[in-house]
């Protein structure tokens, strides 16, 4: 964990009912998230100075959760870990309210936009829109950056009271060249660039300009970023009130200085972003909190596992984290009383697992009741909301390689064509040889008619008449009669199976991979010569363990999705 992201203070007591398991899986998440998403059982050992057997034993039990997976002897953070940021987003509200409008500001300046909240002497992104440029920006949802260094920091800063503004000051001396921010490149050791000078990396004006700055931004209602964070990164900010007055968030419009000066992304853009903000709590005002209906037993499942795994199962870290999904939309406070029942857990239980995570920063409470703070999106948020659907798929096509033993891919519909984006192929001496990149005609192949079958019927048509149909093999499908009436029989049953109609002696069977929406993104497949298996065979030893595959995709599509826009590839 790093320090600047660390709401316990030097020295602090831990609670005598803090729950140490849970800590020290917490610990654990955290040193992967700061790595990329990926680390060495060896290398967590070392950074958390946990023993060899108590790390295996909670990467075991996170791998049962499904938060990470074992892959050799590294533990890789997996999307459903996303479910515990979700469930802070979702009880915010900010994101599903604003986010539309954040993503529809960003297309009308063609500038990348970020919603980011305060936490702490930091600000926490919870929403980005990046525009796709060779000079983009690469901050991710849950990234920390030092207050001092952004856009957003000075219009919090304004809210500060004497405590805040000690603790800033606090942590300013003991991370002078802010290494407790890995999202963002490190300032000198005299608050300058890298080498200590004024025109390096994330140049700093000192504890007096950013007071003065805050100043500003109290008066003037906006604040700018001068590449504060690295040269010729520019931001503009303009905070975001909620019907009581209190600023919720800040909204962000990013550029570079090959586009923009300080001062000219100022006169350029602040009217449309003020007039973005004035949409942003006109939907807050509007906005109304339907009542969330209670979930029941979600950590019921735990009791089962630990009979299963025995001692290789800590069941306090794994009631602890299920603790935080009992939170969400409209179940953004909650009692110790409705934690208890939503989990299905003790209320002393319960009430452990939140005096852990008070102690360590991820629940506040106040007038007995808890709710979520932004540091729980620091548990794998930020690498995980990169993730693409091959990212995600690869995984359970390496299950379902396993099992079939023959090659799987997925693939999505690029203009009339099928493109594949992710591959795991068997180990056959004779097998299907396709890389990641190709493309095929959707028509003739069992993917491109499960997606074009999952068209809307004109749209279909349409696509067919501007195809040009050709005829790959003696047996391949191209008349537009034929064709349509065999996309009606793939929307009916679900999945396509292509005989030798792609390539002579190739049997191939699809199924669709749907969004959160219902709408097929992708589709899944299995691939084998004809000899392998009958299509009887085919549809009764295969078809299952693809669907299955294709649920497994969308369950995680799901929680990926929730709050972040999953690229194909």
Known sequence: MTPADSAVPAGAVVPTEAVGPLMRGIAVLREISDAGGRASLSDLVRTTGLARSTADRIAATLARMGYLRLDGHSAVLTPRLMELGNAYLASLRLPGLLGPLAEQLAEELDESVSLAVPDRDGIRFVHQTTRRRAMSLTFRIGDLLPAERTAPGPLFAADWDERAWVRWRERRAADPEDRGFPAVPPRGPDGGGPDGGSDGDGPDDGEAGFETRTAQAAEQGWALDDQLIEPGLIALAVPVRGPDGSVLCAVSAVSHTSRHSADSLRRALLPRVREAVAAMERALREARTAPAAAPAGLADWTTASKQQLGAEFLESLARGLTVLTAFGEGRAELTLSAVAEATGLARATARRALITFEHLGYVSARDRTFRLTPRVLALGYPPLSRTTLSDIATPHLVTLVKKVHDSASLAVLTGDDIQYTARVATGRVMSVNITLGT???????????????????????????????????????????????????????????????????????????????????????????????????????????????????????????????????
């Open 439 to 569: 493309r095929f005609p959707a028509y003739a192949a069992s993917m491109g008619r499960v997606l074009l079958a999952d068209l809307a019927p004109a749209e279909r048509v349409a696509r067919l008449a501007r195809t040009e149909l050709r005829a790959l093999t003696p047996r391949t499908v191209t008349g537009p009669a034929e064709l349509a009436t065999l996309l009606e029989r793939v929307e009916r049953e679900g999945y396509a199976l292509v005989d030798e109609e792609l390539e002579e002696g190739l049997r191939s069977l699809a199924v669709p991979v749907r969004d959160r929406t219902g709408r097929a993104v992708a589709a899944v497949n299995v691939a084998m010569h004809s000899s392998r298996r009958s299509v009887e065979r085919c549809l009764r030893e295969v078809l299952p363990e693809l669907r299955c595959t294709a649920e497994a995709i969308e369950a995680d599509l799901r929680i990926a999705g929730r709050f972040t826009r999953i690229p194909s590839a």
